[in-house]
């Protein structure tokens, strides 16, 4: 699996867009793109995957580079509740759901 | 409830003692995973099963077993406890018919320490 790099931490204002970076230069055509958020010592929860196309649901929108080695996820409007630690992930399919977690991204969302 | 329970939450154990961790689900899920977690650092696959006859070694399989005693239930356990295994422990599912979801259901961790 291409391996993922992310910043160490970011802030991030109550209310403002949260835009987290994720460098995976060496993914394969075949390899999704996986975004994992946890909260403090809870289990990680699953947020957004990708392949090519961007892609939106309730809690972010994933965007991908039209060269796939990077993306971004974006909290359109940050709360409090989303500081946490996030995952961004690249697996191949049929990989019976294994996943390999790097260290993430310690977002703080601030008043 | 939730949908995947593991116990102990908590544990403190000496080492050289046995333990182990259990973790039950009511997803439905063949699949069941074990994960370790240390202080800062991401998750790391320990062992994993698609199905009861079917048990799979991950990253960081050395100092554990495990056991897949029915669909519902993934066993980890420690036969001989040593400091360096105190660590965040979780338990996860998924289904085979949403892989490339890439979707995992964690429980919320069994923390364990070593003396």
């Known amino acids: 699996d291409a391996k993922t790099t992310q910043p160490t931490s970011m802030d991030c204002a109550e209310g403002r867009a949260a835009n987290l970076p994720c460098n995976h230069s060496?993914?394969?055509?075949?390899?999704?793109v996986y975004w994992y958020r946890q909260i403090h010592s809870q289990g990680p929860q699953y947020i957004i995957h990708g392949l090519k196309n961007n892609e939106t649901n309730e809690m972010a929108s994933l965007i991908i580079t039209e060269d796939r080695k990077s993306s971004t996820l974006i909290l359109p409007h940050a709360t409090l509740r989303d500081t946490a630690v996030y995952y961004c992930?690249?697996?191949?399919?049929?990989?019976?759901?294994?996943?390999?977690f790097g260290q993430g991204t310690e977002l703080s969302v601030k008043p | 409830d939730a949908d995947v329970t593991q116990t102990p939450r908590n544990r403190i154990t000496k080492t050289g003692k046995r333990i182990m961790l259990e973790c039950s689900q009511t997803k439905g899920h063949d699949r069941m995973y074990w994960y370790r977690q240390d202080p800062g650092l991401g998750l790391q696959l320990i062992y994993y099963s698609f199905d009861v006859k079917d048990i799979n070694k991950g990253e960081i399989s050395d100092g554990y077993s495990v056991s897949r005693q029915a669909q519902a239930k993934f066993s980890l356990s420690l036969e001989s406890a040593i400091p360096n295994q105190t660590a965040l422990y979780f338990c996860?599912?998924?289904?085979?018919?949403?892989?490339?979801?890439?979707?995992?259901?964690f429980g919320e961790g069994s923390r364990l320490t070593v003396l």
């Open positions: 060496t993914i394969s055509g075949n390899e999704y």
């Open positions: 992930i690249v697996r191949a399919p049929n990989q019976g759901g294994k996943l390999i």
């Open positions: 996860a599912t998924s289904d085979p018919g949403t892989e490339n979801t890439g979707e995992l259901f």
